[in-house]
């Protein structure tokens, strides 16, 4: 009993207790688990984001995956979004939002035009070949469920991370001898 009660006394709060804030995401530099989950909340906010705002295949097609520029822009939005709908920003952050939603759709609109996706088939977004490149070959590939699809792309890609990750951790090890 002669232990104080951890009761006694106003609460402390650590950082621990604080939620992470909104951050932007280099799709590059992360690790095989970090881009397991961005691609899960990625694609739980664009289906939200289509569905709310009724965009079309114009707009976020399905496969807006496979293609990096839609993949940076549309991390881009959520982050802004998540900053925008934080409780602690200014009361106008939401218009600000949407203000940037429309930029946004219009560049979306290019990138779509740029690579020709459609609602049931894609293809690779058109490359200029540099003088000494091979031009690159664009196939168009149709796909009958997109979230089986998107699933084995996730797969796949954290797949290839984790490759990448244990490559170079078996060369540091490799460095360091015996």
Same mark, same amino acid.
């Given at each position: #009993?002669?232990?104080?009660?951890?009761?006694?006394?106003?609460?402390?709060?650590?950082?621990?207790? #604080?939620? @992470?804030?909104?951050?932007?995401?280099? +799709?590059?530099?992360?690790?095989?688990?970090?881009? @397991?989950?961005?691609? /899960?909340?990625?694609?739980?906010?664009?289906?939200?984001?289509?569905?709310?705002?009724?965009?079309?295949? =114009?707009?976020?097609?399905?496969? +807006?995956?496979?293609?990096?520029? #839609?993949? +940076?822009?549309?991390?881009? /939005?959520? /982050?802004?979004?998540? *900053?925008?709908?934080?409780?602690?920003?200014?009361?106008?952050?939401? /218009? *600000?939002?949407?203000?940037?939603?429309?930029?946004?759709?219009?560049?979306?609109?290019?990138?779509?035009?740029?690579?020709?996706?459609? *609602?049931?088939?894609?293809?690779?977004?058109?490359?200029?070949? +540099?003088?000494?490149?091979?031009?690159?070959?664009?196939?168009?590939?149709?796909?009958?469920?997109?979230? @089986?699809?998107?699933?084995?792309?996730?797969? =796949?890609?954290?797949?290839?991370?984790?490759?990448?990750?244990?490559?170079?951790?078996?060369?540091?090890?490799?460095?360091? *001898?015996?």
């Amino acid at each position: #009993m002669d232990e104080p009660d951890v009761f006694d006394g106003p609460p402390r709060v650590t950082n621990a207790d #604080m939620p @992470e804030p909104p951050h932007p995401v280099n +799709w590059n530099l992360l690790t095989a688990h970090e881009l @397991e989950q961005e691609w /899960l909340a990625l694609n739980r906010w664009v289906d939200w984001l289509r569905r709310t705002y009724g965009l079309t295949v =114009a707009v976020v097609p399905p496969f +807006w995956h496979h293609h990096p520029e #839609m993949v +940076w822009e549309l991390s881009a /939005l959520h /982050l802004h979004w998540l *900053g925008a709908s934080d409780p602690e920003q200014n009361a106008s952050a939401p /218009l *600000g939002w949407h203000r940037d939603f429309a930029d946004a759709r219009e560049r979306l609109r290019y990138w779509i035009t740029a690579c020709s996706t459609r *609602g049931d088939r894609d293809r690779p977004t058109r490359q200029a070949a +540099w003088p000494g490149e091979e031009s690159p070959s664009i196939q168009e590939v149709k796909f009958d469920d997109r979230d @089986e699809e998107f699933a084995d792309f996730v797969i =796949a890609q954290v797949r290839k991370r984790q490759e990448a990750e244990d490559e170079f951790y078996a060369n540091l090890a490799d460095d360091e *001898g015996p």
